[in-house]
């Protein structure tokens, strides 16, 4: 049903110049429809979500995928965002993180640590905390993995930052010092 609905408000919401993070239906308050967005480069704010909404809802009322009412969120991914697409991985290597894979990869379906590689559609990840016996590093291929994300540390908010000083400076939001001349430019450093 994710997937569904994905593949109905995905075009609605890059013509209106966003991308989809995610779709997730989950049970609270009744029935939730969580569609995640952000734009471009990376951010979001109340007004996207808003701008997000109107592009949708005359989609989804149209379709109407989901049988009986459901309350519809809209969310941007924060800063501990989910790993969706390859190019997540690709944007957030370095980094630590959390995943789950949908099946047994190296005899486990649990992994945490930095992807250090992308490559051929197969993620290789950096454990952090490996058991006695256990390999440091393991591939993992993209369609296995279930579920993944970021995990919120000091690195992780420091680049957030200042990716978001640098884009905030690139569209002459704000003032900054000149600490922020050597920023990345938007991407995130590690």
């Known amino acids: 049903m994710e997937a569904k609905i994905a ?12 991308r989809l993070v995610r779709v997730r239906i989950s049970n609270m308050n009744g029935k939730t429809v969580q569609i995640m967005a952000e734009r471009p480069d990376g951010t979001m704010d109340v007004e996207g979500c808003e701008a997000v909404s109107r592009a949708i809802s005359p989609v989804l009322e149209a379709d109407d995928p ?33 995943l789950e894979t949908s099946r047994l990869v190296n005899e486990r379906k649990r992994y945490r640590g930095k992807v250090v590689k992308v490559e051929n559609k197969v993620i290789t990840v950096e454990r952090d905390q490996p058991a006695y016996g256990e390999p ?15 995990i919120l540390t000091d690195d992780l908010i ?13 569209r002459g939001d704000v003032e900054l010092d000149d600490e922020a001349d050597d920023e990345t430019g938007g991407r995130p450093s590690h």
Do not use: Q
Not at 158 to 167: P, Q, T
């Open 7 to 18: 593949a109905i408000v995905e075009p609605a919401i890059e013509a209106a110049g966003y």
């Open 158 to 170: 420091e680049a957030s930052l200042k990716a978001d000083k640098a884009r905030r400076k690139g």
């Open 66 to 98: 989901i049988d009986g009412a459901y309350h519809l969120e809209l969310s941007s991914p924060g800063i501990d965002r989910p790993l969706v697409r390859e190019s997540d991985f690709e944007t957030w290597a370095g980094f630590l993180m959390k």
């Open 136 to 150: 440091a590093s393991v591939e993992i291929p993209l369609d296995a993995i279930a579920e993944a994300r970021l």
